[in-house]
């Protein structure tokens, strides 16, 4: 034998002696990948549904920050300052099914995502807080004047 032939032959007969070692088992194809641990990502669960809805809620009412103060503008009222939309997050009502948006000052307002709405957490008929009443167009936020 050549020397490049026995380097060669060392590593061969070692794989060879691994395989080898490794026994008879007469596993079909099928058996291995039945026992094979899959990395897939598990479906979304009503969870992870909700805190989409409540990231989308999140930029919805961000969105709103340049009506809100074209409303105001046109209305005399004061505009709303941005740290409200800017710092805004979300918290889920799971009882209620709600999703909250949580302004920067730490006021709630349910969404409708379905109306691309919001309202007071008393309901669309409720009180909406006073800074959203007179600062904002009354059919993205909905509710009663505060008086």
């Given at each position: 034998?050549?020397?490049?032939?026995?380097?060669?032959?060392?590593?061969?007969?070692?794989?060879?002696?691994?395989?080898?070692?490794?026994?008879?088992?007469?596993?079909?194809?099928?058996?291995?990948?039945?026992?094979?641990?899959?990395?897939?990502?598990?479906?979304?669960?009503?969870?992870?549904?909700?805190?989409?809805a409540g990231?989308?809620?999140?930029?919805?009412?961000?969105?709103?920050?340049?009506?809100?103060?074209?409303?105001?503008?046109?209305?005399?009222?004061?505009?709303?300052?941005?740290?409200?939309?800017?710092?805004?997050?979300?918290?889920?009502?799971?009882?209620?099914?709600?999703?909250?948006?949580?302004?920067?000052?730490?006021?709630a307002l349910?969404?409708?995502?379905?109306?691309?709405?919001?309202?007071?957490?008393?309901?669309?008929?409720?009180?909406?807080?006073?800074?959203?009443?007179?600062?904002?167009?009354?059919?993205?936020?909905?509710?009663?004047?505060?008086?």
């Amino acid at each position: 034998m050549t020397a490049r032939l026995r380097s060669l032959a060392a590593p061969v007969v070692l794989a060879v002696a691994l395989l080898g070692a490794c026994g008879d088992d007469d596993e079909t194809a099928a058996e291995v990948e039945a026992t094979t641990t899959t990395t897939e990502s598990p479906d979304p669960g009503p969870e992870d549904d909700m805190d989409a809805a409540g990231a989308e809620a999140v930029a919805l009412f961000q969105s709103y920050e340049d009506e809100c103060a074209a409303h105001a503008e046109s209305t005399g009222n004061a505009v709303l300052a941005p740290s409200l939309f800017a710092d805004a997050t979300f918290e889920l009502d799971d009882a209620l099914g709600e999703v909250r948006v949580i302004d920067g000052s730490g006021t709630a307002l349910v969404v409708d995502l379905e109306t691309s709405t919001f309202h007071s957490v008393d309901g669309p008929e409720g009180e909406l807080p006073p800074s959203y009443s007179f600062s904002c167009p009354p059919e993205l936020f909905v509710g009663t004047l505060h008086g």
